[in-house]
């Protein structure tokens, strides 16, 4: 009997040692997948921090390349607006802009053709200027220089005579050969048209190109170096 209640125990504490061990096993295994699922969770965690920081770091960059092409299309604006107001300033310190009114200067220069008037350049003889019209003070006229300040001028047949020099106008070709046998300038010398022998100080002597069909330093005598505002220095044409 006593055998009996020895055994039953030792079944009993083998029973429970064998249960210890399962419930221990088990909880084990639940630590260790709690472990796993708090280590998982904590690298989702870390991943996600990662991310958003990524995520910001990449907003901060965006934002920053966005201030800088800003940044980089102002500064190209302001670059260029301030280049236009040089050029445009420039441009009207040096240049400025007239048209032909008439047909005094056929066939060279044309009615309506625009005008850039260089208003600084030295004024040499046959040179193409633009003036103020001695008879309308609000006009401007567009002439050949002829006469230079001290040059005695004269034509005889067709032919310019400077301080008694014949001086070739090869300008004048095109309209020659097509008024031929006609002549083209009229014979004249200074005392005959303005009642002096030479040009005065600081003063030109015109004519306009179409020498039959023009209104110039034969008409209105010299022009005055003051009301010169500047030379021809090119064209654009406008056909009709």
Request: proline share 3%; aromatic share 12%.
């Amino acid at each position: 009997m006593t055998f009996f209640k020895f055994n039953m125990i030792n079944n009993l504490l083998d029973m429970y040692e064998k249960k210890s061990k399962k419930v221990l096993i088990k909880k084990n295994k639940k630590n260790k997948k709690n472990k796993k699922n708090k280590k998982n969770k904590k690298n989702k965690k870390n991943k996600k921090n990662k991310k958003n920081k990524k995520n910001k770091k990449n907003k901060k960059n965006k934002k920053n390349t966005t201030f800088f092409k800003l940044f980089d299309i102002k500064v190209f604006s302001i670059s260029m607006s301030i280049a236009f107001i040089t050029v445009i300033v420039s441009f009207q310190f040096f240049f400025s802009i007239g048209y032909m009114d008439g047909y005094s200067m056929t066939p060279n220069i044309r009615n309506n053709d625009i005008l850039i008037i260089d208003k600084h350049a030295s004024i040499k003889r046959f040179d193409l200027i633009y003036f103020r019209n001695p008879n309308r003070p609000n006009e401007y006229l567009v002439r050949r220089v002829i006469g230079m300040p001290t040059d005695k001028i004269k034509y005889k047949d067709d032919e310019l005579y400077v301080n008694n020099v014949n001086i070739n106008e090869p300008y004048l070709n095109n309209k020659k050969k097509m008024m031929e046998p006609m002549i083209l300038t009229e014979d004249f010398s200074l005392q005959e048209v303005v009642g002096k022998d030479e040009v005065p100080s600081d003063y030109y002597f015109v004519l306009g190109d179409n020498r039959n069909s023009t209104v110039d330093s034969r008409d209105f005598g010299f022009i005055p170096r003051d009301s010169v505002k500047g030379k021809i220095s090119s064209k654009l044409s406008i056909r009709n």
